[in-house]
Nanobody, 121 residues
């Protein structure tokens, strides 16, 4: 069984930065991808970014150039550095792992519990 625990969500002003973390424990699958999704109130859960076992990353167009996904050398901690935050980035952010490319819900085998990010002045 895989366990994912996110942290780092907060209230931040437009233009600000946050770094989210996700610690993975339990079973790991070397060739799985890990990534981030987000869900704004009243909206569907959308893909944000993915990193694969070779540390290649992909991003949704809405965050490209502002967000950076990375992970520790032990592949147990995943990060999402978010810069230039906008009010439309307000959402609950979920860490996930599963089958690459990990861009749609059916790819997911495990979710974290989510961490809230609010971008507001």
């Amino acid at each position: 069984e895989v366990h994912l625990v996110e942290s780092g969500g907060d209230l931040v002003q437009p233009g600000g930065s946050l770094r989210l973390s996700c610690v993975q424990s339990g079973l790991t699958f070397r060739r799985y991808c890990t990534g981030w999704f987000r869900q704004a109130p009243g909206k569907e859960r959308d893909w944000v970014a993915t990193i694969d076992h070779r540390r290649r990353s992909t991003y949704a167009d809405s965050v490209k150039g502002r967000f950076t996904i990375s992970k520790d050398n032990d592949d147990r901690t995943l990060y999402l550095q978010m810069n230039g935050l906008k009010p439309e980035d307000t959402a609950t952010y979920y860490c996930a792992t599963g089958v690459c490319p990990l861009t749609v819900i059916p790819d997911i085998v495990a979710w974290g519990q989510g961490t809230e990010v609010t971008v507001s002045s």
